[in-house]
């Protein structure tokens, strides 16, 4: 099975826009879509992007999700950081069978 | 609104069965959804277990696969893992979670608020 490989942490100030990036280590990061889950502390995971670059209703435009097949890797890109974003964000995405794989986690901060 | 709840023992000793129920409210586990569980070691990241389908269709992480089992309960509206032979690398919180199908893939759309079980003697 492959593996989605995330940088552990990144960090960035307020108003500025940060990006993580999830890399596949075997098959096409265009093969299967890419989901991306924010986990506050002591909360459980919430989706903030589906199917790549979908966002689900009430996660504001200022997220945002595209991939690279050039670097077989998919991104999560937000614009105008506010401390609440500070979280962890995890990848996610599937292989042939249907069986799911996340990422390992990035946590952002955001001071 | 949607609500799930996962319920069962906080600690199982080592070889024994982990068994863990997810009640769902608000939402039929017959209608057109599949229903999962995810699990997260203490300061660790997440694992999918698996995932199954009303009609009893099921989906396992090939790591765990030997060792689960994930059941429907239509009548109850809920549920259930179970995972056998337990050692304390099964130590995390596990979360059932509804898996939202669309046109192109699938995602968790909702999730349990998640229960800590530990594994030892």
């Known amino acids: 099975n492959f593996m989605l490989t995330q940088p552990h942490s990144v960090s960035e100030s307020p108003g500025k826009t940060v990006t993580i990036s999830c890399t596949r280590s075997s098959g096409s990061i265009a093969s299967n879509y890419v989901q991306w889950y924010q986990q506050r502390p002591g909360s459980s995971p919430t989706t903030v992007i589906f199917?790549?670059?979908?966002?689900p209703s009430g996660v504001p435009d200022r997220f945002s999700g595209s991939f690279d097949m050039s670097s077989n890797s998919a991104s999560l890109t937000i614009s105008g950081l506010k401390t609440e974003d500070e979280a962890d964000y995890f990848c996610?995405?599937?292989?042939?069978?249907?069986?799911?794989?996340f990422g390992g986690g990035t946590h952002l901060t955001v001071l | 609104q949607v609500q799930l709840q996962e319920s069962g023992p906080g600690l199982v000793k080592p070889s024994e069965t982990l068994s863990l129920t997810c009640a769902v409210s608000?939402?039929?586990?017959?209608?057109?959804?599949?229903w999962g569980w995810i699990r997260q070691p203490p300061g660790k990241g997440l694992e999918w277990i698996g995932t199954?389908?009303?009609?009893?269709?099921?989906y396992y992480n090939p790591s765990l696969k030997s060792r689960v089992t994930i059941l429907v309960d239509t009548s109850k509206n809920q549920f259930s893992l179970r995972l056998s032979s337990v050692t304390a690398a099964d130590t995390a919180v596990y979360y059932c979670?509804?898996?939202?199908?669309?046109?192109?893939?699938?995602?968790?759309?909702?999730w349990g608020q998640g229960t800590l079980v530990t594994v030892s003697s």
């Open positions: 608000g939402y039929s586990v017959s209608s057109t959804y599949y």
């Open positions: 979670a509804r898996l939202r199908i669309t046109a192109a893939g699938s995602h968790f759309d909702y």
């Open positions: 199954i389908y009303h009609s009893g269709s099921t």
């Open positions: 199917d790549d670059n979908q966002r």
């Open positions: 996610q995405s599937y292989d042939s069978n249907n069986h799911g794989v």
